[in-house]
């Protein structure tokens, strides 16, 4: 809602920024907010922490095909 606004915003001034944008799933920071090319970076090696959509903390299970991340409200995502 009313975080910094340091970077560039992708919607171009005076457009109001929606709430589907979401968070970083690496640290849990608005994805629209600052700069996460390290996560997306992290996020190539391993799983999310926190759901994208609502910033719950992931409980995450390594398997053998990779990984899974449940969250409470909103389900499994599998790598
Ligand atoms: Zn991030
Ligand atoms: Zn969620």
Redesign the pocket.
Known sequence: MAGPHDGPSPYGAGAVQVASVGY?D??G?PAATGS?DR?AAARALEPPRYCPTCRRRLVVQVVPTGWTARCAEHGVTAS
Do not use: K, N, S
Request: net charge neutral; with cysteine; charged share 35%.
């Open positions: 970083c690496r640290c920071e996460h996560c």
